[in-house]
């Protein structure tokens, strides 16, 4: 349905649709100020565009990259993104997602090791540097593959999890994952990343915790108790870092879900945002000297939304740019860019230029034109060819634990199977 939304045949078609609609939508002039460098504590990315973690459902079965991730990862490294942000990677067997995905041990660490120095070396060779390379620590909390690990009671959704106990994941399991996260992120350091990013967004369990509000306990209730185990992992994974080794983190600032059970929503009931815990959480990340993380809005798609996704777009960047401009000291790279098909370039430079964030990342747009990077440099335009159409084909392959890629304009590699 999405593909129908986003035909756009001129950025002045956007701006009138957004007029139309009512809504801002931040579209620049030109693509230029994505090709600028960024710098952040000692670090220096060669541009502000970065691939966004994307699953591709195609690990072998003991968590290490396949060829098929090899060559995902090949490609984002030839076009020439100054950062490439790896999927969600599981950090242990209980924490897993469903059998296909990456996962992070002593055993797997040196096929991660081969990963990384190959995606150096493509990007070296293609475009003169390597790109900043992100790892994405994961615990898929109630949706791991075993026994889903719940942190909190949603009503209506827990009867349908295949292995549901009735019971919550206790603190003293949480207090385990905390230590888990700290050894992800030593062996990402080992792996030869440069950044490992504990991921609290999109319902897992990191996520799921920041709106416990009915758990007891520790880790439920209060912003302190909430937040714990996604600060405690962070200072964990912290152990490991030094002038070469960052921590990250990428937060979901609102998930789309009524209180209580979502993050970022006003208490007063509905699901109306208000980002002051997201800033305060913000905050806190750079007082503990954090210096770029990246925001995620998750599927927020609201009911009104559902029938233009223009209208949840704007919302994407008023909340991003609400956070941004109230915690300046952070950099910030910001999500959703692959709407716009060829004009997403400038959508998310109008982004950059009006302080909603500091660097991009796109999803599915490195899926269907893994070249999008080179192209905006080269000619300020995603190629019209090329571009990814928002059609949901990668979302449907991953939903069917397929290995995951564009069906449109890859579909050698990833044929629709009936
Ligand atoms: C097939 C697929 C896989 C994804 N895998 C991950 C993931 O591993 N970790 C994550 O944080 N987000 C994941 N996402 C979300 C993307 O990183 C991104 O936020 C989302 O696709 C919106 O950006 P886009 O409009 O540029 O695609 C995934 C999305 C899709 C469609």
């Known amino acids: 349905m999405a593909q ?45 565009i970065g691939v966004a973690p994307m699953e591709g459902v195609d690990s072998l079965p003991s968590g290490a990259p396949s060829e098929l991730t090899f060559r995902r990862y090949g490609r984002f490294a030839r076009g020439g993104a100054g950062l490439i942000w790896l999927e969600a990677t599981a950090t242990s067997q209980a924490g ?19 990963l990384a120095d190959g995606i150096r070396e493509e990007g070296l060779r293609q475009n003169g540097f390597a790109p900043y390379l992100v790892i994405q620590a994961h615990h898929a909390g109630r949706m791991a593959e075993g026994r889903p690990m719940v942190a909190r009671f949603y009503p209506g ?8 106990t009735g019971k919550l994941v206790s603190d003293g399991e949480l207090e385990a994952v905390e230590e888990e996260m700290g050894n992800f992120a030593g062996l990402a350091k080992k792996a030869g990343f440069d950044a490992v990013e504990i991921k609290c967004c999109h319902g897992y369990l990191l996520g799921e915790l920041l709106s416990a509000y009915e758990r007891p306990g520790k ?15 962070v200072k964990a994974a912290k152990v490991h870092r030094d002038a070469r080794f960052l921590v990250t983190a990428r ?32 905050k806190e990340f750079a007082r503990e000297g954090m210096p770029f993380l990246n925001l995620s809005l998750g599927l927020t798609l609201t009911a009104a939304a559902e029938k233009n996704p223009l209208l949840d ?14 915690c300046p000291e952070m950099t910030v790279s910001g999500t959703a860019f ?20 500091d660097h991009v990342l796109f999803g599915r747009m490195a899926f269907a034109d893994p070249d999008f990077p080179r192209e905006l ?6 190629d019209p060819g090329k571009t990814c159409l928002a059609c949901g084909g990668c979302g449907r392959l991953i939903g069917a634990r397929k290995p995951t890629g564009c069906v449109v304009r890859d579909r050698e590699t990833y044929p629709v199977r009936e």
């Not at 009512?22 to 990315?45: C, N, Q, Y």
């Not at 709407?339 to 370039?345: K, S, V």
Request: hydrophobic share 35%; charged share 30%; net charge positive.
């Open 313 to 326: 777009l704007a919302r994407i960047a008023d909340l991003t740019g609400q956070v941004k401009k109230a």
């Open 157 to 164: 959704r827990d009867e349908k999890l295949r292995g549901f």
């Open 251 to 282: 937060l979901g600032i609102r998930d789309g879900e009524p209180y209580p059970y979502g993050f970022g929503v006003r208490k007063d009931g509905g699901d109306a945002p208000d980002m002051t815990e997201p800033v305060r959480l913000v």
């Open 377 to 382: 440099r080269d000619t300020g335009r995603i």
């Open 338 to 357: 692959s709407y716009f098909r060829e004009f997403a370039g400038l959508h998310a430079a109008g982004c950059v230029e009006e302080g909603v964030c």
């Open 96 to 114: 897993r997602s469903h059998r296909y995905q990456l996962m992070l041990n002593e055993k797997t660490l040196p096929a991660f090791q081969r």
């Open 4 to 48: 129908n939304w986003f035909r756009y045949r001129s950025p002045e078609e956007i701006r009138a649709d957004a007029k139309a609609n009512g809504v801002h939508i931040p579209l620049a002039e030109s693509a230029g100020v994505l090709r600028e460098k960024l710098s952040f504590g000692s670090v220096t990315l060669e541009n502000r």
């Open 219 to 233: 880790y439920g209730g209060s912003f302190e108790n909430r937040t714990r185990l996604t600060r405690n992992a």
